[in-house]
């Protein structure tokens, strides 16, 4: 009878095919080993622990760091491109991201909104949205957990976790490195290297920078030229000693500007002939104007965003009789400024400026341990955020502001026991208690505007250029949360080749604050600007994995009960020409869901990979929205690749790969107004990579969005008397460009 395995995972096509699209230049699995053998090669840490990827009992999507560079992962939120049932979208540029993943996320668009999908990077938990759409650069793996998390991590989160794992440097492996540079349209020209060297016997280093810049993938009819600009820089400086075998310690420096566009909208006027019910770019107009209906030209003013991060961590692991002791302290600073043209029509009606900074600590302390049949781990982590911000609305006459201050801190006491029952069962207990703390002080501003298109970055309340005609001052203190959550799971091998899961998770989120709350009064301001409840999932989920000589066959059905869900929502201000946005807990969601796998080595050169995602995600409780998709979750999604590899006579190798995703119809808001909708589309991808006999060098080609479909991915409505106009960004263009990678001394 064959050892049991630990436990089962269910993961995706995405990550199956990553798999399957190992670069040509590394060595390569012989096919007599099997197609499943291939898979097995990721190593995750989804469990604290080494672990293959497939042992794994949770729903977790993996990728190594060559297989990212091999799909074109450029930032962190490309990732949700790969992973079914998970967008990663944003109202502005690369920061404030509003990721859904399984139908769970917020259309919460403020730099102080809290996502319910955690971001780590390097077991460093990373909590202000503005820092979460990072360059992503010298990764070793990412692995995307599903479903509720907090018994095994620092930070606790309803919906999943995305972890980030840069290759850190080996004491005792010498100098190597890497090179890899990217050309392609739209002026683009992207950069990476890293160098990894010892200092001394016990300490070695590991340098990583990257720089990622083009001219826009817009064409601009309001100035001229382009829109949509890239133009990043980030490096890392990691040091590893090893005084002895028992004791490593890790310092990480770490420093990130982001200087892109704001990503454009289009304008989607709302004034439209009889006979016209839905509003579209060809027959209707907006009050000031009517926009082209190309998706790729826009009227979009002057904007711009600035983000720059930097911060580090010290973490120290100690290895004693047979138990591990961590501990990780982490320090970090963001800061945004941002310059948003809301209106995306030629002619000026409101600018919106941000400008907002944060600076965290983090500190966690995890023991583990175990014997043949078990493991375990427990853990304490504390995080502290002070966070100050500020958004100015410029509209043609007048404007509004707000400043607020919003301190928080979170202490999570978790643990978690995974053991045996019998040579092919096994359980998984785990338990967390979070308490958390949030001090909120607002003020609320009606002052003089018209600042147009000069940029605004400062401090409202001290701005010469600003005269503040009334203000409300609001504090609200003291505003306190208690949970305890957890998770129990239970696996099964029915046969030698057919494993079975299943497990209930309950995960939480404390309350959160509206960050664009403009108010009159104090009273208003109170109720606009108060902090929400917390969140409550409620996650079921049952699995089936099987393996045969060249065929893998994964499936896993579950069943979210989502309370208590905090919305972004407009409500009316008596006064006030327009609504204004509040947040509060307005909706509630059933969601079930199934995702399906299949990966066949169809023979020795030929792999063909298909996935299926299916998830009805619907309001079964939001006041007028009962019966609503839930916005920015596609209710069917399927995924089919092809890798062929092609031996050359020169003894170098060819592999060609292509890759189709099907994605279903996706509403963009929550009242889901049918202009504010994409219905399904189709995007076609191809490379093709050739590898020279010696392997240290690889040259590739590739296009992205083929056949160059226009669709839109998310909008929102710009509700103002005399504009009243639909808002919504378009995708990307069709890209095409080209790669060269140089390793060196064996470059990982």
């Not at 190593?43 to 999507?61: G, S």
């Not at 990721?99 to 919460?108: A, I």
């Not at 580090?312 to 138990?323: E, H, M, N, Q, T």
């Not at 929205?625 to 062929?644: C, H």
Request: charged letters at 20%; one cysteine or more; hydrophobic letters at 40%.
């Amino acid at each position: 009878m064959p050892l049991r395995r630990p436990g089962f995972s269910i993961y995706s096509t995405a990550a199956a095919f990553a798999i399957a699209a190992t670069p040509l230049g590394l060595p390569e699995i012989a096919y007599a080993q099997g197609t499943s053998a291939l898979l097995e090669e990721i190593t995750v840490t989804a469990r604290r622990k080494d672990e293959a990827l497939q042992d794994v009992p949770l729903a977790v999507t993996a990728f190594d760091g060559d297989q990212l560079t091999a799909l074109g992962v450029k930032e962190s939120g490309d990732i949700a491109a790969l992973t079914p049932n998970f967008t990663w979208r944003t109202e502005f540029g690369r920061a404030t991201p509003q990721p859904f993943l399984r139908g769970v996320g917020t259309n919460g668009f403020m730099p102080n909104n809290q996502n319910p999908i955690a971001v780590y990077a390097d077991d460093v938990f990373i909590g202000p949205n503005i820092a979460q759409g990072f360059a992503s650069f010298d990764i070793e793996r990412v692995e995307v957990l599903k479903g509720p998390q907090g018994t095994l991590y620092g930070r606790n989160a309803t919906a999943g976790l995305i972890s980030f794992v840069s290759r850190k440097p080996e004491v005792g492996g010498g100098t190597e490195g890497f090179v890899r540079l990217e050309v392609g349209d739209f002026g683009t020209f992207n950069s990476e290297a890293a160098l990894e060297f010892d200092l001394g016997d016990s300490a070695a280093a590991r340098v990583a920078v990257t720089s990622n810049e083009n001219d826009g993938f817009y064409d601009n009819l309001n100035l001229g030229g382009e829109s949509g600009r890239i133009d990043d820089v980030a490096a890392r400086v990691q040091l590893l000693f090893q005084p002895d075998e028992d004791l490593d310690i890790l310092v990480n420096a770490h420093f990130a500007d982001a200087s892109p566009d704001v990503a454009p909208f289009k304008a989607i006027g709302t004034i439209c002939p009889p006979g016209v019910t839905v509003p579209n770019l060809d027959d209707c107009t907006a009050g000031a104007g009517k926009d082209s209906p190309d998706l790729f030209e826009v009227f979009s003013g002057p904007t711009i965003e600035e983000v720059e991060t930097a911060g580090g961590f010290f973490r120290l692991a100690y290895r004693f009789s047979d138990y591990e002791f961590t501990s990780i302290t982490a320090f970090e600073n963001s800061e945004l400024r941002r310059m948003d043209d809301v209106d995306d029509l030629a002619a000026f009606q409101e600018y919106d400026h941000f400008a907002d900074e944060f600076d965290t600590f983090s500190q966690e302390f995890r023991l583990s341990g175990g014997g043949d049949n078990s493991s375990w781990q427990v853990g304490a982590f504390y995080y502290r955020e002070d966070y100050a911000g500020e958004i100015f609305a410029d509209f043609v006459a007048g404007a509004v502001a707000n400043h607020k201050e919003i301190e928080t801190k979170s202490l999570g006491l978790y643990g978690q026991v995974d053991f045996d029952i019998t040579d092919r069962s096994g359980m998984t207990f785990g338990l967390r208690y979070t308490n958390e703390e949030k001090d909120v002080d607002y003020s609320a501003f009606f002052t003089t505007g018209n600042l147009d298109a000069n940029y605004y970055g400062g401090d409202v309340r001290n701005n010469p250029d600003i005269t503040i005609l009334s203000r409300v001052d609001n504090v609200l203190t003291g505003r306190d949360f208690e949970n305890v959550s957890g998770r129990l799971s239970y696996d099964f091998q029915a046969t030698d080749a057919t494993l079975l899961y299943i497990s209930y998770a309950r995960g939480f989120k404390a309350g959160d604050v509206n960050g664009v709350a403009l108010s009159f009064t104090p009273e208003e301001l109170a109720v606009q600007a108060s902090v929400t409840e917390p969140e409550i999932l409620d996650a079921i989920e049952l699995g089936l994995k099987s393996d045969f000589e060249n065929l893998r066959f994964n499936a896993a059905i579950f069943y979210y009960d989502y309370q208590d869900v905090a919305q972004s929502i407009l409500q009316p201000v008596p006064g006030f020409p327009v609504p204004v946005t509040s947040f509060q807990n307005a909706a509630s969601s059933k969601i079930p869901g199934a995702e399906i796998d299949v990966v066949w080595g169809a023979s020795e050169d030929l792999t063909l990979i298909a996935n299926l995602g299916y998830v009805d995600a619907e309001y079964d409780e939001y006041p007028g929205f009962e019966g609503n998709r839930v916005p920015l979750t596609s209710d069917f999604e399927a995924n089919l690749m092809g890798i062929y590899d092609i031996e050359l006579s020169g003894g170098g190798s060819l592999r060609l790969q292509a890759d189709v995703q099907r994605i279903g119809e996706i509403f963009f808001q929550p009242s889901n107004e049918p202009a504010l909708s994409e219905d399904p589309q189709t995007v076609w991808n191809a490379a093709a990579t050739y590898t020279p006999a010696r392997g240290n060098w690889d040259l590739r080609l590739f296009a992205k969005n083929l056949t160059d479909e226009q669709y839109f991915i998310s909008g929102f409505n710009f509700d103002v008397p005399g504009i009243d106009s639909l808002h919504a960004k378009p995708n990307l263009p069709r890209y095409v460009g080209a790669s060269f990678q140089y390793r060196f001394g064996g470059g990982r």
